[in-house]
Nanobody, 124 residues
C-alpha cells in the first residue's frame, strides 16, 4: 500500500521553529520528487517547497524562502520540512506529496500521492 505518513506540527509561538516529517512506504522513494504544500482556511493549497530525489534541485515558495528548509533521507524514505522564524501567516494544514520523476514541480495536480496533512498553528 502506497502511503505518506506525516508527523510533527502543533501550536507554537511566532519566531519559533518546527520540523515536519513525512515517511513514505510502498513506493520507490528515489523515483519521486517530494514536495510540501499548505492550505490555510478559505485559501487555495499553496506550494511550499520541493526536492528532487538526488537533491540536485530544490525550490521554495516566495513566502517561505530563507526561513524553511526541505531535505530528504533516501535510505529512510523520509522527507523533512524544517521551519524557522515562524509567523502567524504560516498557520495552515501542511501536506507532503510525491510526484513521479526527477524535476521540481509546483502545481498541486502534478503530485499524485498525498500525506494526511498536519496542522501548524503559529500564535502571535
Amino acid at each position: 500500500q502506497v502511503q505518506l505518513v506525516q508527523s510533527g506540527g502543533g501550536l507554537v509561538q511566532a519566531g519559533s521553529s518546527l520540523r515536519l516529517s513525512c515517511a513514505a512506504s510502498g513506493l520507490t522513494f528515489t523515483s519521486y520528487t517530494m514536495g510540501w504544500f499548505r492550505q490555510a482556511p478559505g485559501k487555495e493549497r499553496e506550494f511550499v517547497a520541493a526536492i528532487t530525489w538526488s537533491h540536485s534541485r530544490i525550490d521554495y515558495g516566495d513566502s517561505v524562502k530563507g526561513r524553511f528548509t526541505i531535505s530528504r533521507d533516501n535510505p529512510r524514505n523520509t522527507v523533512y520540512l524544517q521551519m524557522s522564524s515562524l509567523k502567524p501567516e504560516d498557520t495552515a494544514v501542511y501536506y507532503c506529496a510525491a510526484s513521479l520523476g526527477g524535476v521540481v514541480r509546483y502545481k498541486r495536480d502534478e503530485y499524485n500521492i498525498w500525506g494526511q496533512g498536519t496542522q501548524v498553528t503559529v500564535s502571535s
